[in-house]
């Protein structure tokens, strides 16, 4: 099976949802990671709206590259525009972006609770919709390249 790892900041709450939909869709087919170029800990209400959507993240925690098994990925998708810039190499990988907004950052001014879940739901439905195409997303790279 290929490797493959979804990669953002803070490993708190994009790349980890984009890790939980990918072992929901895709865990049959893919050695699924995700890790952040930091650790900010796991989002409360990345997981709530998760659970919500039949994926259980709880168990997840936040983790750096370098805390990840020693394996080669195969594909690395990084999920914010950060992560993006800061992404290291990996060797032999081939480096997709698709960057998702930041529901902590979109909600940072935000009182009302369920206006703020209404935000990450939103995401985590653009995420689910992106990884449920993941195919076409791989297909459309060259696996001997880096982008």
């Known amino acids: ?14 790349s980890q949802m984009a890790e939980g939909f990918c072992r929901k869709y895709w865990g049959s087919e893919f050695n699924v990671f995700s890790a952040g170029t930091k650790k900010h800990g796991m989002n409360a209400r990345a997981m709530k709206v998760m659970k919500e959507a039949g994926v259980d993240i709880s168990s997840h925690y936040s983790k750096t ?13 990084t999920v914010c525009d950060a992560a993006k810039e800061t992404c290291p190499y990996f060797p032999g990988g081939t480096i997709i972006h698709v960057g998702f907004q930041d529901p902590p950052a979109l909600t940072k001014d935000m009182n009302n ?7 990450y739901r939103s995401v985590r439905d653009e995420i689910e919709a992106s990884i449920k195409k993941l195919p076409l997303i791989l297909g459309n790279t060259n696996p001997s390249s880096s982008s």
Not at 65 to 77: C, S
């Open 113 to 119: 609770e369920e206006e703020i879940l209404s935000v």
């Open 65 to 77: 590259v370098e805390e990840l098994p020693a394996v080669k990925f195969d594909y690395v998708i």
């Open 1 to 14: 099976m290929k490797n493959i790892m979804f990669l953002c900041t803070g490993n708190s709450c994009r």
